[in-house]
T-cell receptor, first 114, second 115 residues
Framework: KAGVTQTPRYLIKTRGQQVTLSCSPISGHRSVSWYQQTPGQGLQFLFEYFSETQRNKGNFPGRFSGRQFSNSRSEMNVSTLELGDSALYLC?????????????FGSGTQLSVL | AQSVAQPEDQVNVAEGNPLTVKCTYSVSGNPYLFWYVQYPNRGLQFLLKYITGDNLVKGSYGFEAEFNKSQTSFHLKKPSALVSDSALYFCAVSDASGGSYIPTFGRGTSLIVHP
């Protein structure tokens, strides 16, 4: 079974631009979560989608948005990029929602904002 | 609200020696606890989890973790470290009692195993 696939692997953008990141979960996994990883803050939860609906949202500004398609693939969009948005963005999938579900992570998209 | 503390940014250990990576947690109900490992330029990989039952949980690559309810800790251990264990380790907690099922992660501990 293929793992979680994130594209692109690296992105370089300038302030004010917008960016779209893509995530394909493991086949059969219906829950997709997004995390922002930075050296100082660790992993910060962005949002979680299940059956094309956003079920949970972290404490990020409205510039961060996402969606999930009927095949469970998910996209994350960041508009009006700021320097502080530079980070590794990780996508994780699981078969179900639930507190005891283990997450399967992709390798991430490294976003650099100049 | 739930939280995780990993008090050490970095742990250094010699190859062949036992290792411990510390984690303490706070959650309103009963915890589900997880350890993940991240190798350079990779995403996180699941190591082990505590749901209920035996306080000593065994996971991948010879790692184990001990759940201590009174100390609200879930330390990761391995009897004999390998250089290949060098990586970033994350502890995570979620609420088993009906709160948010989204896990909260610690800031990570960098484990460096010296030859």
């Amino acid at each position: 079974k293929a793992g979680v696939t994130q594209t692109p692997r690296y992105l370089i953008k300038t302030r004010g631009q917008q960016v779209t990141l893509s995530c394909s979960p493991i086949s059969g996994h219906r829950s997709v979560s997004w995390y922002q990883q930075t050296p100082g803050q660790g992993l910060q939860f962005l949002f979680e989608y299940f059956s094309e609906t956003q079920r949970n949202k972290g404490n990020f500004p409205g510039r961060f948005s996402g969606r999930q398609f009927s095949n469970s693939r998910s996209e994350m969009n960041v508009s009006t990029l700021e320097l502080g948005d530079s980070a590794l963005y990780l996508c994780a999938s699981s078969q179900r929602q639930g507190s005891n579900e283990k997450l399967f992570f992709g390798s991430g998209t490294q976003l650099s904002v100049l | 609200a739930q939280s995780v503390a990993q008090p050490e940014d970095q742990v250094n250990v010699a190859e062949g020696n036992p290792l411990t990576v510390k984690c303490t947690y706070s959650v309103s109900g009963n915890p589900y606890l997880f350890w993940y490992v991240q190798y350079p330029n990779r995403g996180l990989q699941f190591l082990l989890k505590y749901i209920t039952g035996d306080n000593l949980v065994k996971g991948s690559y010879g790692f184990e973790a001990e759940f201590n309810k009174s100390q609200t800790s879930f330390h990761l251990k391995k009897p004999s470290a390998l250089v290949s264990d060098s990586a970033l380790y994350f502890c995570a907690v979620s609420d088993a009692s009906g709160g948010s099922y989204i896990p909260t992660f610690g800031r990570g501990t960098s484990l460096i195993v010296h030859p």
